[in-house]
């Protein structure tokens, strides 16, 4: 592989299962059309795990593997970055795969693109799949619908789906010209945050009406486990969002909406992965009074009460914005554990 390598795929891995990470690089591998890599950073895996990562890499001559210590998931990807020779850069989780549509050669060559969105699909343990378009037309360009979208706030398109890093190409020019990395300190809504700079920096935007990312519902993975005392994880996101409306020029209204906003799935995402957590081995009295420190640390009245009514969320979501903006944490607690899965 030289400078003709179109695509650098890069998967950070830790302690995937076996199954789904062959399947992930299978559905790489099996592909002639264009010339690339599979760069795979080991983060730290146990030791059954990363002799897969080498046996794959004996296997395709396309892989390269770098292990590391356990840095987290930007680390990795930035290692990823740093050794990445491809035109284009495709970030994969290692539980997901890819499709067909990512590895037609022309999207690629003609009229170079800072990003190239795709559509994707979501498919859950049972192997029900569903497809989503990820990107209106409409939208192509338009970078404050797509901060909008990437800060929880959606169109009536489709909600949430900007802020992920899996879908999409960005070209690796872009990417280093611009110095974009994940920030190491985040173990969750890294790639929310890179993509807020991405779309800032972009000059050119594309969708291709096609799918070529299957999404796995892993129901273990980290965006949905037990973290304890995640708070401080949680603040840092909201601190660099707030960086970030400093260094750019959005309106006042679309700063105070999304800020209200990130502050509202900032304090759920605490409560959910930590405090009201049925693995955290604390009475309801406690739980209720740790919630109400990190209540009033936030802010979460003040920030909430000012946008009400200007935030478009689906029904079940619209309930806890209101619970949670009138302090009803009891009854929160209590529907979180009803419909919990």
Not at 57 to 64: A, G
Not at 189 to 202: G, K, N, P, V
Not at 204 to 220: A, L, Q
Not at 300 to 327: A, F, N, Q
Request: include cysteine; proline fraction near 2%; charge should be neutral.
């Amino acid at each position: 592989m030289a400078d003709n390598t179109i695509l650098s795929f890069i998967i950070p891995v830790y302690n995937t299962p076996k199954t789904l990470l062959h399947k992930c690089i299978s559905s790489i591998c099996i592909h002639r059309e264009l010339e690339y890599e599979i760069i795979i950073i080991d983060d730290g895996s146990n030791l059954d795990v990363a002799e897969v990562c080498d046996e794959v890499e004996q296997t395709y001559k396309q892989v390269k593997v770098f292990h590391q210590t356990n840095q987290g998931v930007s680390c990795a990807r930035n290692n990823g970055i740093i050794n990445s020779i491809g035109k284009y850069i495709v970030f994969v989780d290692p539980d997901d795969y890819v499709l067909d549509g990512l590895f037609d050669e022309q999207l690629f060559i003609e009229n170079e693109q800072d990003i190239i969105f795709f559509n994707y699909i979501r498919e859950d343990s049972e192997g029900k799949k569903v497809e989503y378009r990820v990107l209106a037309e409409d939208m192509v360009g338009r970078k404050e619908q797509l901060v909008r979208n990437i800060l929880f706030l959606p169109n009536d398109f489709h909600p949430y789906v900007m802020g992920a890093i899996w879908g999409k190409a960005f070209r690796s020019e872009f990417i280093k010209r611009n110095a974009l990395t994940f920030n190491k300190n985040l173990w969750k809504s890294e790639d929310r945050l890179f993509m807020l700079y991405a779309i800032t920096a972009s000059k050119k935007i594309r969708h291709v009406d096609v799918p070529s990312y299957v999404y796995f519902e892993n129901t273990i993975s980290t965006s949905r486990s037990y973290k304890p005392n995640c708070y401080n994880n949680s603040k840092r996101l909201l601190d660099e969002i707030v960086v970030f409306f400093s260094q750019t020029n959005f309106s006042l209204a679309i700063q105070k909406q999304a800020l209200s906003k990130v502050v509202f799935v900032v304090f759920f995402e605490i409560l959910y992965h930590d405090i009201f957590n049925k693995n955290k081995q604390i009475s309801i009295k406690e739980r209720l009074d740790e919630a109400n420190i990190i209540y009033k640390k936030l802010n979460v009245s003040e920030m909430l009460r000012p946008v009400s009514g200007t935030i478009c969320m689906d029904k079940v979501e619209l309930i806890k914005y209101e619970l949670v903006k009138w302090h009803q944490l009891l009854l929160l607690y209590i529907l979180l554990n009803k419909f919990r899965k």
